[in-house]
C-alpha cells in the first residue's frame, strides 16, 4: 500500500486533534464510528445492527425498514462474501451508495 494513502491513526484523536482535522476527514471518522457504535468487539454488523443503524442513523435518507423481507434484500446485496455478516467494506458500500443517491436527489427538479 502507498503510504501517501495509508490514514493516520483516528482512534486516539483528541478533541483537539480531530479540530485540525477537515470537514471531509472528520465526516470520514464519523462513518467510521458509526459503525463501530454498532458493530461492537468482532467489528461486523449482524441483521438486526443493520437495520438498528439505517433506521436511526439513516432514516432521513432510507425508508425506515419495517419488515424482514425488505432487510433480507438489503442484507444479501451488502453481504459480498456470504458471511451472514457486514464488514466494514460492505457497510461502506452502503454509505457509498446511499450518498451517491442522495447527490442525484440534488440535482433533481
Do not use: W
Not at 11 to 30: F, Y
Not at 36 to 49: A, P
Not at 72 to 99: C, G, P, W
Amino acid at each position: 500500500m502507498d503510504n501517501t494513502l495509508k490514514p493516520q491513526g483516528t482512534a486516539t484523536l483528541s478533541v483537539d486533534a480531530r479540530q485540525d482535522l477537515t470537514e471531509l476527514e472528520n465526516s470520514m471518522v464519523n462513518i467510521i464510528e458509526i459503525f463501530h457504535s454498532y458493530s461492537g468487539k468482532n467489528c461486523k454488523l449482524k441483521k438486526g445492527d443493520l437495520k438498528e443503524l439505517i433506521n436511526s442513523q439513516l432514516s432521513t435518507f432510507v425508508k425506515q425498514i419495517q419488515d424482514s423481507q425488505t432487510l433480507d434484500v438489503i442484507f444479501t446485496d451488502l453481504d459480498e462474501n456470504h458471511d451472514q455478516e457486514i464488514d466494514f467494506s460492505e457497510y461502506a458500500a452502503l454509505i457509498a451508495m446511499v450518498t451517491s443517491a442522495c447527490h442525484k436527489s440534488f440535482h433533481e427538479d
